[in-house]
């Protein structure tokens, strides 16, 4: 996937909160292997259920894949030639926090804490890129039960003891959190199967100069066609998720957090090689909309209701533009 590469060093703990004491160092890798450790139980049940959509011969390729959860502050994903996937242990922190939040904001009618936190930490995960640029210090960037306990005007009232004790909010997070990594799977196994991660990035003027010096650029991808890549593997991962009874509704915890890094807007760099989360998004809708097998496939598995929510969402995202 190799979304973008953002950096969470320091990050408060999920337990109690007190704005004077940051975790330590150590606390930090402790947590982030907690993360690793449970990730490798996700993928481990995850994996058996996903080769059961696969035809045969995706199925053997994907039993020749190996999955790892890699401990940093470095928010990815990505599949690597030699056949792993790698995820970060930090991305899975992500992940478990805004599935924590948006779960918190539907069970208990909570939207604007929602907004404000995908709000703070895109700013944060910005800010923290932009400080380890510099060879600075990254800040502190707190997950989802320590920012209801510093933003009470918004959050008043959600905490995490109150969190635990309802069943059905945090069900919603481990379904979110499991669909997620669905999603994340699905998606870089699709980078495996088309041969997408055994190329190299270059910019257009690159690969000109590589033409020139009469260098071989089959094996080399420039952004515009990176773009086109990474449409075919959402495309995939979304097919698969239905497949498995997973509505891509439920994968928002990844999406909707990139949409806030990117502070909702559609626009890309020029050497941007993912398309925006929004166009990620419209694109998605409107190449459902014209698939009769995508169609059939929602309606045969009774996601009907949960895909039009999706595409409204969507939808309202462009509309915000
Ligand atoms: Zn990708």
């Known amino acids: 996937m190799k979304f973008i590469s953002i950096v969470l060093v320091l990050l408060f703990g999920p337990h109690n909160f007190d704005s004077q004491t940051l975790m330590s160092q150590s606390e930090v890798q402790a947590l982030w292997k907690e993360y690793a450790q449970r990730g490798d139980v996700l993928v481990s049940d995850i994996r058996p259920k996903f080769r059961r959509v696969l035809d045969s011969h995706d199925k053997a390729r994907e039993s020749g894949l190996e999955y790892q959860f890699i401990v940093t502050g470095n928010t990815n994903a990505f599949a ?5 996937t790698i995820i970060t242990s930090s991305f899975l922190q992500i992940i478990d926090s805004m599935a924590t939040v948006m779960s918190a904001a539907q069970t208990f009618n909570k939207p604007a804490c929602l907004g404000s936190y995908i709000e703070y930490l895109a700013a944060g995960t910005r800010e923290n890129s932009r400080l380890v640029v510099h060879k600075h210090q990254p800040k502190p960037v707190a997950m989802a039960f320590g920012y209801w306990q510093i933003n009470p005007s918004v959050c008043g009232g959600l905490s995490e003891a109150a969190f635990r004790s309802n069943k059905k909010a945090d069900d919603l997070r481990e379904l979110m959190i499991y669909a997620s990594v669905i999603y994340l799977i699905g998606h870089e196994f699709a980078h495996h199967k088309y041969h997408d991660d055994e190329f190299t990035e270059v910019t257009p003027e690159q690969r000109q100069l590589h033409i020139a010096q009469g260098l071989d ?11 086109i890549k990474e449409q075919r593997a959402d495309l995939f991962a979304f097919h698969k998720m239905i ?14 957090f ?20 929004v166009v990620r998004f419209s694109d998605m809708i409107s190449t459902t909309e014209g698939d009769s097998e995508f169609q059939e496939l929602i309606h045969q598995h009774n996601l009907d209701q949960q895909w039009a ?12 533009q």
């Open 80 to 84: 690597r030639p030699d056949g792993h």
């Open 217 to 227: 650029v089959s094996r080399e991808v420039i952004p515009s066609e990176q773009v």
């Open 243 to 256: 497949e498995m009874d997973y509505p891509p509704l439920a994968a928002m915890p990844v999406l909707v």
């Open 258 to 277: 990139f949409l806030g890094l990117e502070g909702y807007s559609p626009e890309q760099s020029i050497n941007a090689d993912h398309p925006a989360a």
């Open 309 to 320: 929510q999706f595409v409204l969402f969507g939808k309202q995202l462009q509309a915000e």
